[in-house]
């Protein structure tokens, strides 16, 4: 997926289940983010869980997460760890934005310097 980013706005990399599911997750990530995408001043991309089926419109791109629910991904990137790191020296985001229970992302703070 090519990913179109105005450079003259700042990028927030939202990573969170995927805004076109019914989680509670999912549903705040939507309601929070397409106000900020509607007012035009931001790009928004997100490293969206579980995004195999969505459910919902969604407005902004969404990479999904290589999950077990999709054949011959990796069990391991479930949560978007190997996605974050492949993204974030090409996205370089003003913002990473995460929603999640803490104990499925305990890698999290080894990116904080990436």
């Known amino acids: 997926m090519e990913i179109k ?3 003259n706005k700042p990028t927030i990399l939202v990573m969170t289940d995927s ?3 019914h989680s509670g997750f999912g ?3 939507r309601n929070v983010f397409r106000r900020l995408h509607a007012l035009n001043k931001y790009n928004i991309v ?3 869980w579980f995004h195999n089926k969505p459910i919902e419109q969604v407005l902004w791109p969404v990479i999904p997460s290589k999950t077990p629910t999709v054949k011959d991904q990796d069990i391991s990137d479930a949560y978007g760890h190997k996605t974050l790191l ?3 020296p090409k996205l370089k985001p003003s913002i990473l934005w995460v929603l999640a229970d803490p104990h499925n992302i305990p890698w999290i703070t ?3 310097n990436k």
């Open 5 to 7: 980013i105005d450079h």
């Open 19 to 21: 805004p076109g599911l």
């Open 27 to 29: 549903q705040v990530v």
């Open 46 to 48: 997100q490293i969206g």
């Open 86 to 88: 492949n993204l974030l």
């Open 110 to 112: 080894e990116v904080a």
